[in-house]
């Protein structure tokens, strides 16, 4: 797919496209498509232990990784998909509230999952969104 432009941000999205041979995001004509972001630090990779914490920082994550394959941020962000271990009220009081920060002038298209595990065992979140860059 060589005609498809992807991204990997400086820290985490460098090493991981090196160590697991995926990219963190690519741009398919107006839109950005993100893999799932995690709340590492970018430089580190080191992931907050407490759960609000995390989901803090998971979408500073998409904000970067938007920002780096081109575009403006979560205001352009019209769908999200979330997985979590565990789904449960504090998780969910976390992403609202962070979606009500990031995307106070529209509410996107959110698919909201419990998984038994993600990617790393130290992680409790990942989330995708796509992104429409006119």
Known sequence: MAHLQYY???GVGVKNNQDYWYSQAVRIGDRIECAGQ???DPKSGEIHQEINAEIDQTFENID??????GGKGWDQVFRVTSYHVPLDNE???AMVRNMK???PEHQP????VG????AR???RVEIEVVAHVP
């Open 38 to 40: 995690g709340g590492w």
């Open 8 to 10: 990997n941000y400086e």
């Open 91 to 93: 998780t969910l009081g």
């Open 109 to 112: 298209i959110w698919t909201c």
């Open 115 to 118: 998984v038994p595990k993600l």
């Open 121 to 123: 065992d130290d992680m």
């Open 101 to 103: 920060k990031w995307m």
């Open 64 to 69: 970067l990784n938007l920002k780096h394959a």
